[in-house]
Structures are given as C-alpha cells and as structure tokens.
C-alpha cells in the first residue's frame, strides 16, 4: 500500500513481498502483514465459497450523511417524521427506540449535543472524527489500531481539513488540534461509505481492523454489505462475490468501477495509483 507519489501498486496479486506475520481472524479468514509497501492485507485461511458471509463486525463509530433525506443518528434509517434531539436538533432519530437508546444519551452525557447546539452545520465527517477520538481516549486498542492507519503524510497545506479540525476539537472536547487533524486524514483513507440495498449512502463509519484491512482491487472477489436494525449502529458483512481458493487474497472496490475516472479518484482519494490493466 503505497504511499501517495510511491510505486505504482496495490494488491498482493502484483507482487508476492515476504509475509512477516499472520494473525488469524476466524475459521474462514487471516490478516497478513507483509514486508514493504502494502501493508496488510486479508487472506482466505479456506476454500471460501461464492454467496458466503465470511465477517461481520459493528462499527468502532458512525454518523448518518442523509444525502436523501434525514436519517437517523442511531440506526440510519430515513426518517419521514423526525424526533429531534431536544439539546440541539443537530442530529434526529427514527422513533422512539432511537430517541432513548444509548447511543442518544451518550450525545448528550459526553458534551458533543451542547457543542453541536453553538454550531451553524456539522459535516458528518467531523462528526465521526469527533466520535473516534472519544473512542481512542476510552479504549487503548482502539487508540493504537487508529495511530497505526495509513494516511497522507502533510496536512499543513489542506486548509479543508484543518478547518474540520476546528470543529472536531469543539466536538470531541479534545485539546490537540493536530489530533483532529490526523484523525480526520485516517478517515479519509480508511472509512467505509455506509449504502443500503438501493447502494445510497446513508452514513459513514470507521470499522474494526479486520474490516479496513481489506485491499482494492478492480476485479475485486467479496462485497461490503450492511445490516440496519433500529436502536443498533450498521452492522458490515463480508460476502464472497465467487468462490476464493484458500491462501489467496480477498478484496472489494475502493470506487465505482464504471467511472472512467477511477484512477484518478484512488488516486486522490486513498493515495495510490492502481495499476490494473482493466
């Protein structure tokens, strides 16, 4: 996994680099780490077959992007009659089970619905990153696993990002800025567009490792899918596209393999250059 301006690859099918360690995530999977650029990758521990679920992990958090319509905080259900958070109307729920789940009390015990009420707009991004970095001060696994996330390597120059980072630190109650601003360059890289059945996007999470450890690839052989039940946040699942032989890597798109452009979007995006011949 190359770092923006490195050689152009990506996958393991392009080159075979040394495996330096692998840790083993079920009966069906195993995270490598290998030498060189790519980083980690997932890997079949078993002859998978086609149309199988083969991981499914909670979100470590998410935030809805109601790119339709409003969706719920909590669940990310679209939601026609809204119940506002009563400390700020900055984020709203599907019903009733959303309004008083844990996830709506945590919005308001840990300070982020006072600060969202003295906010004109919050992008869902900042709301996530600011979610993050609550979770990395909460919980040290989680505060190494998203240290440890590749990200662009200069950030003084992005005046976006750091204009985001402003809004995060008031978000998360955090005191470094520079920490907003990382967290948000490993969003970037590593979160997962949340899409319902129709493929809209109705949020945005950062999952576990087992999750973000899958590469790109344009001929990719699982498929992300998410679950929505109400009062719980977007469950992924890894289903196999066709059956996989064993000891070989598993990967999905990073973007829409019918635009032209996709070159260019991974590129910008994710920070390496594809080198697929397709």
């Not at 590469?215 to 992924?236: E, G």
Request: aromatic content about 4%; charged content about 30%; glycine content about 6%.
């Amino acid at each position: 996994q190359a770092e923006e301006g490195g050689k152009t690859r990506w996958s393991f099918a392009d080159e075979t680099p040394e495996t330096k360690e692998e840790r083993p995530i079920n009966d069906d999977l195993a995270m490598k780490t290998c030498a060189g650029s790519i980083g980690v990758g997932l890997f079949a521990k078993r002859r998978l077959e086609g149309g199988s679920v083969i991981l499914r992990r909670d979100p470590i958090a998410h935030a809805a992007r109601g790119l339709d319509g409003a969706r719920c905080d909590v669940c990310l259900a679209p939601v026609s009659k809204s119940v506002k958070c009563k400390g700020c109307a900055a984020v709203v729920y599907c019903g009733k089970a959303c309004a008083t789940s844990a996830a709506s009390k945590e919005h308001v015990a840990n300070g982020e619905c006072e600060v969202a009420a003295a906010l004109p707009k919050i992008l869902p991004t900042c709301l996530l990153a600011a979610r993050v970095l609550r979770k990395m001060r909460a919980d040290p696994a989680i505060n190494t696993y998203v240290r440890a996330l590749k990200r662009k390597s200069n950030l003084d120059g992005d005046d976006e990002l750091q204009a985001a980072a402003k809004v995060v630190k008031q978000l998360s109650g955090e005191t470094d800025e520079n920490a907003c601003a990382s967290v948000l360059a490993v969003l970037q890289r590593n979160a997962h567009s949340v899409c319902d059945d129709e493929l809209r996007e109705v949020g945005v999470a950062l999952y576990p490792r087992a999750v973000t450890a899958a590469n790109h690839s344009c001929r990719p052989n699982i498929w992300p899918r998410f679950r929505f039940t109400v009062s719980k946040a977007p469950l992924l699942e890894y289903a196999v596209l066709s059956s996989v032989e064993a000891n070989k890597e598993l990967t999905h798109e990073y973007a829409d393999l019918l635009n032209e452009n996709r070159r260019e979007s991974l590129r910008k995006n994710y920070g390496f250059v594809c080198a697929c011949d397709e």
